[in-house]
């Protein structure tokens, strides 16, 4: 883990997250938390993961994401190189 990252005010926050119970719990905080863009960049970082661990192209992702390929290659980064954060998700997501 990054240790930058390990802050009292980011402690705080995941608490917080991992309070909300439902979908609509979700959208409600993240909407007042995040602005429209920093939503929609996430969940599409989140999409271009799944895609490539799906195994698509560079292309196939940047033409049905809109990711530029920095996005891209940032999230290739992290599958290959990471913390696994997203393939724990991606395991439990399967459940």
């Known amino acids: 883990m990054n240790k930058k990252l390990k802050t009292d005010a980011v402690d705080h ?3 917080a997250i991992l309070c909300l119970q439902t979908k609509d719990e979700c959208y409600n ?3 007042d938390l ?3 863009n920093e ?3 996430l969940s ?3 999409e271009v993961a799944s ?3 799906a195994k698509k192209t560079y292309l196939e992702i940047a033409e049905k994401t809109g990711a530029s390929t920095a996005t891209i290659s940032r999230v290739n980064r992290s599958l290959n190189y990471g913390t696994d954060g997203y393939e724990l998700i991606f395991e ?3 459940e």
């Open 13 to 15: 926050l995941f608490d």
């Open 92 to 94: 439990r997501m399967k």
């Open 39 to 41: 939503l929609l960049s």
């Open 29 to 31: 905080f993240f909407e």
């Open 51 to 53: 895609m490539l661990r």
């Open 44 to 46: 599409q970082r989140f």
């Open 34 to 36: 995040c602005t429209v």
